[in-house]
């Protein structure tokens, strides 16, 4: 047993031990899958144990591996505390950009509240991750949520993203409306419609490009550009006011008089990661990291039906993440 582990090694026990699969530990960590494949035999070495049982389709955990699991987490903490403290970061706030008090980001981020108490998580109010991109960029936010393929690719090659979810889309249409009677609305069904969906706003560049190509073909309408529209209340009045259609997520705000309805059909998707400036490391970070990987594998949040719609970019980019 030696007296001394390379807190890298333990980097890539905990890495590959979260994912159960070398690849995609080796993308989380920027290094390539045979130099993680090398530090875990060399950590496995070290200790006279194996870590890992692997067969050509899956990688698990030895009984051994899940008793180090937990104490490798709290070494690597307390080596990023050490980091922190030493470059002064210690006490700085992790500025997270949410759109609002519900869906992926703001359920990742309370979540990560509640699993580090003694860590300052602070929400930042901002909608759409090509706006909340620059700002990480320009030192203003550290992380934020959003559909990272529909960033520009001078953008994203300076950012990090984790995959959290595939949040299924809806419409949010007039409560009297016929169609509001349905569970779920078939795409066809909006042939003929103008959906609001941000063009305009410079902020959401990557949802607008995404509904494009949804309504493409489909004969359904994108709502002319409208200057970005701050705040639920002012959203409301504002919608309603234009009459407008709006394509949503399952999750979004209330609005009085309009109903929200999954969209059928195929069941189109829209991405979402954690999205992160390259070699930030904080504390809370790995908290809100942790805490996204948690939820998306407790509530299956990356699966999805075969026939769902997505781009393949964003296929790629959510494999790759």
Same mark, same amino acid.
């Given at each position: 047993?030696?007296?001394?582990?390379?807190?890298?090694?333990?980097?890539?026990?905990?890495?590959?031990?979260?994912?159960?699969?070398?690849?995609?530990?080796?993308?989380?960590?920027?290094?390539?899958?045979?130099?993680?494949?090398?530090?875990?035999?060399?950590?496995?070495?070290?200790?006279?144990?194996?870590?890992?049982?692997?067969?050509?389709?899956?990688?698990?955990?030895?009984?051994?591996? *899940?008793?180090?699991?937990?104490?490798?987490?709290?070494?690597?903490?307390?080596?990023?505390?050490?980091?922190?403290?030493?470059?002064?970061?210690?006490?700085?706030?992790?500025?997270?950009?949410?759109?609002?008090?519900?869906?992926?980001?703001?359920?990742?981020?309370?979540?990560?509240?509640?699993?580090?108490?003694?860590?300052?998580?602070?929400?930042?109010?901002?909608?759409?991750?090509?706006?909340?991109?620059?700002?990480?960029?320009?030192?203003?936010?550290?992380?934020?949520?959003?559909?990272?393929?529909?960033?520009?690719?001078?953008?994203?090659?300076?950012?990090?993203?984790?995959?959290?979810?595939?949040?299924?889309?809806?419409?949010?249409?007039?409560?009297?409306?016929?169609?509001?009677?349905?569970?779920?609305?078939?795409?066809?069904?909006?042939?003929?419609?103008?959906?609001?969906?941000?063009?305009?706003?410079?902020?959401?560049?990557?949802?607008?490009?995404?509904?494009?190509?949804?309504? *493409?073909?489909?004969?359904?309408?994108?709502?002319?550009?409208?200057?970005?529209?701050?705040?639920?209340?002012?959203?409301?009045?504002?919608?309603?006011?234009?009459?407008?259609?709006?394509?949503?997520?399952?999750?979004?705000?209330?609005?009085?008089?309009?109903?929200?309805?999954?969209?059928?059909?195929?069941?189109?998707?829209?991405?979402?990661?954690?999205?992160?400036?390259?070699?930030?490391?904080?504390? *809370?970070?790995?908290?809100?990291?942790?805490?996204?990987?948690?939820?998306?594998?407790?509530?299956?949040?990356?699966?999805?039906?075969?026939?769902?719609?997505?781009?393949?970019?964003?296929?790629?980019?959510?494999?790759?993440?």
């Amino acid at each position: 047993m030696p007296h001394d582990i390379d807190p890298r090694l333990l980097r890539a026990f905990v890495a590959t031990a979260e994912e159960l699969h070398f690849t995609r530990a080796a993308a989380r960590l920027y290094i390539a899958q045979q130099a993680l494949s090398r530090d875990i035999r060399r950590l496995e070495r070290d200790l006279g144990a194996a870590l890992f049982v692997r067969t050509t389709r899956q990688v698990g955990l030895t009984t051994e591996g *899940a008793r180090l699991l937990p104490h490798a987490r709290r070494v690597l903490t307390a080596c990023e505390a050490f980091a922190a403290a030493a470059s002064g970061r210690e006490g700085r706030p992790l500025l997270v950009a949410v759109g609002a008090q519900i869906g992926t980001a703001f359920d990742v981020l309370q979540a990560a509240r509640r699993s580090a108490p003694e860590l300052e998580l602070v929400a930042r109010h901002q909608s759409g991750l090509t706006g909340a991109a620059e700002e990480i960029l320009a030192g203003r936010l550290d992380a934020a949520f959003g559909r990272f393929s529909g960033l520009a690719p001078a953008v994203a090659a300076r950012l990090a993203h984790l995959p959290v979810r595939f949040e299924h889309m809806a419409v949010l249409l007039p409560e009297n409306h016929r169609l509001s009677a349905l569970d779920r609305i078939p795409l066809d069904a909006l042939e003929g419609r103008t959906l609001y969906a941000a063009a305009g706003n410079p902020a959401t560049a990557e949802w607008t490009d995404l509904a494009t190509q949804l309504f *493409a073909g489909r004969g359904i309408r994108l709502a002319e550009p409208f200057p970005e529209i701050e705040g639920a209340d002012e959203f409301t009045r504002v919608v309603r006011k234009r009459g407008w259609w709006v394509l949503a997520s399952t999750e979004f705000i209330e609005v009085p008089g309009m109903v929200l309805r999954p969209l059928c059909d195929p069941i189109p998707l829209s991405p979402i990661s954690l999205v992160w400036r390259t070699g930030l490391r904080h504390p *809370a970070l790995d908290a809100l990291a942790a805490a996204a990987r948690h939820l998306t594998r407790q509530r299956i949040w990356l699966e999805h039906p075969p026939a769902a719609w997505l781009p393949p970019e964003d296929r790629a980019a959510m494999r790759t993440g």
